[in-house]
């Protein structure tokens, strides 16, 4: 099967500094990556799209000079929440697409509970 | 080590049909079970289970949770092609495990 894993799994900071999130997809290349932030009614709102060698692609509303994401690889994709805030505590979780077909499954990362102070 | 396994795998079925997709977990420290239909922009919550035996239910789609047995299953009758989907199933414990999915294709 195909394993996505997310690195830290829980991550706890002051505010004003700046904590990365590593995605990596551990038996397979994926050229797309997804990056989702949780809210409390379990929604997964769709922050950017990661693509290997060029820039993400960031959906309306998310700051692209806050949540810098880089996606260096074939199976490594970071985000980086810089100078985070208390309002950026939350759930996030990242997603890779196996094939280059928009039908392709998506396999989810374990997600990252970041809680800034 | 905690999984989340969703059968089957794919589906394919006729407008009219009903189906009965399935998840299975092993997880720490269970807090909820989700269910989400994975669209093209990100995955539309669907259902969150947390207690056995209360069946949820939205329209067509209804779902249940057995925290004995450690699974769930969620139901859609009458199935239209606008069902035709991947449907992933979550759940939430320590972290957060995703099943692999389950592709349903609706046909007319």
């Known amino acids: 099967g195909a394993v996505v894993s997310q690195h830290p799994s829980r991550v706890i900071c002051k505010s004003g500094t700046s904590v990365k999130i590593e995605c990596r997809s551990l038996?397979?290349?994926?050229?797309?990556m997804f990056w989702y932030r949780q809210f409390p009614k379990q929604s997964l709102m769709l922050m950017a799209t990661?693509?290997?060698?060029?820039?993400?692609?960031?959906e309306q509303g998310v700051e692209k000079d806050k949540f810098l994401i880089n996606h260096a690889s074939l199976t490594l994709s970071t985000l980086t929440v810089t100078s985070a805030h208390p309002e950026d505590s939350s759930f996030y979780i990242c997603s890779a697409r196996k094939g280059g077909s928009s039908n392709e499954k998506l396999f989810f990362g374990s997600g990252t509970q970041l809680s800034v102070l | 080590e905690d999984k989340v396994v969703q059968s089957p795998l794919s589906l394919v079925v006729h407008e009219g049909d009903t189906v009965t997709l399935n998840c299975s977990y092993e997880?720490?420290?269970?807090?909820?079970l989700l269910w989400y239909k994975q669209e093209k922009k990100a995955p539309t919550f669907l259902f969150m289970l947390t207690s056995s035996g209360i069946e949820k239910k939205s329209g067509r789609l209804s779902s249940i949770l057995d925290k004995k047995e450690l699974f769930s299953i969620l139901n859609i009758t009458a199935t239209q092609t606008g069902d035709s989907a991947v449907y992933l199933c979550?759940?939430?414990?320590?972290?957060?495990?995703f099943g692999a999915g389950t592709r349903l294709t609706v046909k007319p």
């Open positions: 038996d397979f290349q994926a050229t797309t």
């Open positions: 979550a759940v939430r414990g320590n972290d957060m495990r």
């Open positions: 990661s693509n290997e060698g060029s820039k993400a692609t960031y």
């Open positions: 997880v720490t420290n269970f807090r909820s």
